[in-house]
């Protein structure tokens, strides 16, 4: 039997709050409109939260086309957000959707400002999922403290693994 995984990816100018508008961001380095939109740069998307606002941020990732056969099972096996945390910001939650249903779920996070590296979540779904066929939107909750702070995102991720029997 050979293993095979694939990768797919968005880069992090994917990602747009559930939420925006002067009320939960301010402008980002002062550049108008980065409150609607937030900023986007080569390597990703920065938003400057207000104290005391908490927004899910969407990062979607392409699902890989069904190749089932007799021959072959494919499998989410994997998914992930890079992000980078500033001041008073911290994940409190993760969730992962394959179109309008919601497949997995991490609350009660605490991930500060020094989670600057990629942030993985292994896959722990019920036996029989199987293969997401909607896309996958890794949605990250964000709480922003006491003061106003930035999180940029860099990307997200799904791998799937395909067991081929033959």
Do not use: C
């Amino acid at each position: 039997m050979a293993v095979h995984i694939f990768a797919f990816g968005s880069h992090g100018t994917s990602a747009w709050a559930e939420r925006s508008g002067p009320g939960v961001f301010d402008n980002v380095g002062g550049i108008p409109y980065t409150d609607l939109t937030g900023l986007r740069r080569g390597w990703g998307t920065t938003y400057r939260g207000k104290a005391g606002q908490a927004v899910y941020f969407h990062n979607p990732v392409t699902a890989l086309e069904s190749i089932e056969s007799e021959d072959s099972t494919p499998l989410l096996t994997q998914f992930g957000a890079r992000f980078e945390l500033m001041e008073t910001a911290r994940v409190t939650s993760v969730q992962v959707w394959n179109g309008e249903k919601q497949i997995q779920t991490y609350d009660g996070l605490n991930i500060g400002p020094s989670a600057s590296a990629p942030v993985i979540f292994d896959r722990q779904f019920a036996p029989g999922l199987g293969l997401p066929r909607r896309g996958i939107d890794v949605v990250v909750g964000v709480s922003f403290g006491a003061s106003s702070s930035d999180v940029t995102f860099f990307g997200a991720w799904a791998h799937y693994q395909v067991d081929v029997l033959w």
